[in-house]
Each structure stands twice: as C-alpha cells, then as structure tokens.
C-alpha cells in the first residue's frame, strides 16, 4: 500500500503552562516536553489533569497562562488541523457507516479522494477492522469502537497523535489484543505520541517516554525506565504501584511493584530512596520471603544521603510487597 | 345529532368543490404560519445550538427566558405585539397592526422558544464530544454547525414542527393582532371562531377539517 509516513516529527513542548477552571488552578506545568518522534505515556490518578493538557495540547482549551508549541509554533486550531490527530476516550461517530465516518474525517483534513479510500483501508486493515467498514458506526461493541476510533485517528498519519485511554472500556481479551496490537500501529502510522493512561502496565507496555502527572503537576518525567527506577516521591511511587511501607520514625519507604519478574539483568533491583533519613526497618521483616535478599546500605554521614536499598531475588521471582503491617 | 351530520356532510362538499374563500383562507394559513415558523427555524436553531454548548455569561438567564416564553399563552404574546404596533405605540408608524406581518411577527416570538428549547435539548443529547472532535479533525464554524445539525435532526425536526403546530393553531394573537378581516388577515382559527359565532356550522367544521388535514401534514 505504501501510504507516506508521517510527517516531520514534531516535539510539543509546555511553557509555564498553567490552567484553571474558575478559581481551581487544574494544571500548572512550568516546563515540559514531549519528546519528537516518540511515544509518551501520561500517567496518572484519575482527575490529575492528563485529558485537560491534551485538550489543551489540541487548542480545545486555552491555557490560563503560558503556552504550548508545536515544533516551535505556538498551539492554534489552524495548527492542530494540519498536525494533531486525537482519539478520545470516549469514541464519538456521527451518523453514519465506520467507513463514512473514517472518510469524514480525512475529508476535513482535505485529503484527496483518490487517496482516501487506500487510507481508510489500510488503516482498518491494520486496526482489525475491516469487516466493520460498513456498518453502523454507532452500534459497535465497545471493542469495535474504540478500535474503529483508534483507526480514524491513524488513518490521518498525523505528525502528533494523541489517544486518551485507548483501552478504556475494553473487556480483560480486548483489552489485551489491543495492548498486544498498539505498539505496532503506533510504528506504522504515528510519530510524536502522547498516550493518556492512569494504568501503568499499559504505560509501560506502550511508551518510550513517561510523565506522571499528579494534582495538575508533573512529579517526574523522562525515559519509562528513569521515572520507573526512580520515583522522586511517595505520591509518585504509590502511583507506580510501589508499596509504600511507614517507617517507625514516621517517614517511608516505597518498594518497587511487582518488584521484578526476576530475569538475567533484572536484578539485583537497586532503588534510591529519598525523603528517608532512618529506615527503621526491622530486617528480620524480610525473611518471610523465601530466596530474597534484601540488604540496606546507609551512607555515611549519618543519613545525609538517601539511603540505597538492594533487593535480589532467583531468576524468574515475583515478589509482591505489602503495605502495613508490623515492621 | 342530526345538524353535526348536516353540518359534515356540507362541510366535505364545501371542500371538495375546493370553496374560493375557503381555499383562500388555508393558503393564507398556511403562508403566515409557515413563514413565522421559518423565521423561528433561522432564528431558534443556531440560538438553540449555542445554548447547548456555549458557556457564556447569562446563558441561564436565556435559558430561564426560554422556557418561561415556551409556556406563555399566546394571547398574551399578542398582547405584547399588538402594544408595540399599535398606533399610539412605539411601532405604530409603521403601520403593521392588522396585518400579515403583525400575525407573522406575533406567530414567530410564540414559535421562537418552542424552537430554541427543542433544539437546545436536541443538541444537548449528543455526546458532548462531538464539537471537539469536529473541531480537531478541522471542521469550520459553519460546518461544525451544519454536521451537529445533521446528529440532531430529528430533534430539531421535532422542534420546528412544535413551532409550526403551536402557531397554526393558536387564535388568540392571530386575532388580536391581525383583526380577523375578512379577505385580509383571516386565517382558519379565526374564521372558525367567526363561523361558529354567526351559527354557520358547516363553515366551521370545514374549516376545522382543513386546518386538522393541514396540522397532520406538517409531520410528513
């Protein structure tokens, strides 16, 4: 088919960026950009802000104050026609066959006629949905939908392509086939992606780069496996699923998810813990874990310096950490 | 009994012979309703549609206006137009009053809220995401309008045939403010009210099978 790759790539960057909605201040992000080229996830907890910095990313709202660029030009909707395709989380179809809707879509992005048709097919061919081209777009599954959403997005191969929750309303297999299936479209058809997501598994199967975005502010952001190793604080860490575990003189320390499905280079697993001046773990706490090891080492100077805790676990561990209880 | 089958019997032939002044008061009817509504529909609907999606200040005053006019009688719709033509008013020089633009005028402001809130709750049944993404994909204003039109068209169809039942069949302004004059701005309500009170029973009924027929083609 060989439809052109997307555009140039595009980095979207946030400067003071700052929105609020009557007198709540919703996002206040001083700097931030999305890297060119590739995919991001945008985590966090539900009401956090992610939808609200697409929408502002895509000239759907206007920022309080501060801006947003595109490639160095400031957001406008002439901008966002040329270079944003969006997916919302909610699939929205006008009345109509998934195809018509697909065609609409690209009509108002002034695609010519003879290259709309190879589009629409190649898109739904690649999202699964070719059986569905000619049916009533409003009457699909939630499964259909999202993908038949999904495809019009990247049907438009745009140089920056925005998906709030693809997989929010799939059932445990959709949800898993789409999963299995999004990086790959993504590689296909989209260049610059921003993913919101508020489940990191998805964030860590789908994306390059992370930003974790909690209470209207960004707590971290950088490679996926930067911001994973290394959450700067207890709020961001129960967000990635750490458990975070009090510690006797009332500080915590916050223990990696799922810590490891422990394979050749995964471990020994090594965390920086910061905001923790004495551990105060009781190391016997530990032993219930058969083959774990879990060693402590506080620097020296009396807890200047975060103290670094090494957990090691047999190839092929899972260990899951629990929050509470006696320490 | 027998004079209401009298009266029908005369009533069906008067129609079917296709009476001149009968024929003339439908068509009458019909063009100063009919234009009314299509003013209301121009007027109402893009009211209407950024009711539903604006967020501008006093959006719920207006919306408070609206469904407040959506229940004001008639007759006191004309009252208020007949106030503002008549000739000691502030329009009187204009020398509407007793017309068919003065019934027009008075038929469009009861249809026009009939038409806004229809069409406001049409709009606002649709996702709400549909002018974002329209929006996004790069669909201008007029599109954008024309496309949320489209979605809502059975909504809206239901509102201008609101519009358009509410004012073909309401006597109170038509009367008040066009007068009932014969050969001028007689419509079928009024000519009803008219043949009813001068006893002519088979008028009436004509007439009121006329504007029945007419009401019931405003659905097709």
């Known amino acids: 088919m060989g439809a052109a790759a997307p555009g140039p790539v595009n980095d979207i960057r946030c400067e003071q960026l700052r929105f609020a909605r009557g007198r709540q201040l919703v996002l206040d992000i001083p700097a931030l950009r999305f890297a060119q080229g590739r995919v991001t996830a945008l985590v966090g907890p539900n009401g956090s802000g992610k939808s609200t910095l697409l929408r502002l990313i895509s000239a ?23 270079a944003v395709a969006y997916a919302f989380q909610a699939p929205v179809f006008v009345t109509g066959s998934v195809a018509s809707n697909l065609d609409l879509a ?10 709309r048709e190879s589009r629409i097919r190649e898109a739904a061919a690649a999202c699964g949905i070719e059986p569905l081209l000619h049916r009533d777009a409003r009457r699909l599954s939630g499964g259909e939908s999202q993908r038949a959403n999904l495809a019009r997005a990247l049907a438009l191969r745009a140089p920056v392509t925005l998906l709030d929750e693809p997989l929010a309303g799939l059932d445990a297999p959709g949800r898993r086939q789409l999963l299995h299936d999004l990086p790959r479209l993504l590689r296909q058809f989209a260049s610059t992606t921003i993913v919101v997501t508020h489940d990191r598994d998805e ?4 994306a390059d780069e992370m930003v ?22 207890a709020a961001t860490a129960r967000f990635l699923g750490y458990t975070i575990i009090p510690t006797k003189d009332g500080g915590v320390v916050a223990i990696a998810p799922r810590v490891l499905r422990a394979a050749p280079g995964d471990v020994p697993f090594v965390m920086d813990v910061e905001d923790v001046l004495d551990l105060g773990i009781r190391r016997e706490a530990w032993g219930t874990i058969a083959g774990v090891q ?7 100077g009396e807890g200047e310096l975060p103290p670094r805790i090494e957990v090691s676990a047999p190839t092929g561990a899972v260990l899951r950490f629990e929050a509470g209880g006696e320490l | 009994m027998e004079a209401i089958w009298e009266g029908f ?17 439908a068509l009458r009817t019909v063009v100063v309703s009919g234009s009314a509504t299509l003013l209301a529909m121009m007027v109402g609907v893009p009211t209407g549609y950024a009711l539903a999606r604006g967020r501008f200040p006093g959006r719920t005053l207006a919306l408070g206006v609206v469904n407040t006019g959506m229940g004001v009688p008639p007759v006191v719709a004309g009252l208020v137009v007949w106030l503002l033509l008549v000739r000691s008013g502030p329009f009187g020089e204009m020398e509407l009053i007793y017309t068919k633009r003065a019934m027009v005028i008075a038929q469009f402001l009861i249809s026009l809220p009939l038409v806004v809130g229809f069409t406001t709750a049409a709009v606002q049944a649709l996702p709400r995401e549909l002018p974002d993404l329209l929006a996004v994909l790069g669909a201008g204003r007029l599109r954008t309008l024309w496309l949320i039109a489209r979605e809502a068209q059975i909504g809206i169809l239901a509102a201008v045939i609101a519009g358009f039942g509410s004012v073909i069949s309401e006597v109170g302004a038509s009367m008040t403010v066009g007068g009932n004059l014969r050969g001028e701005t007689r419509v079928l309500t009024t000519a009803i009210v008219t043949e009813t009170s001068r006893g002519q029973n088979a008028n009436a009924m004509a007439l009121g099978l006329l504007l029945t027929w007419v009401q019931q083609r405003r659905v097709r």
């Open chain 1, 60 to 82: 759907l709202e206007r920022p309080t104050a501060g801006r947003v660029l595109i490639d160095g030009n400031a957001v406008t909707p002439k901008l966002v026609r040329e």
């Open chain 1, 106 to 115: 690209l009509r108002l992005r002034h695609v010519p006629a003879a290259e």
């Open chain 1, 203 to 206: 964030a860590l199967r789908l």
């Open chain 1, 212 to 233: 974790v975005l909690i209470g209207g502010r960004v707590r971290a952001a950088g490679s996926r496996a930067g911001v994973f190793a290394r959450p700067p604080d």
């Open chain 1, 294 to 300: 879990v060693s402590v080492s506080l620097p020296p």
């Open chain 2, 9 to 25: 019997r005369e009533a069906i032939r008067l129609i079917a012979t296709g009476d001149p002044e009968l024929r003339e008061i």
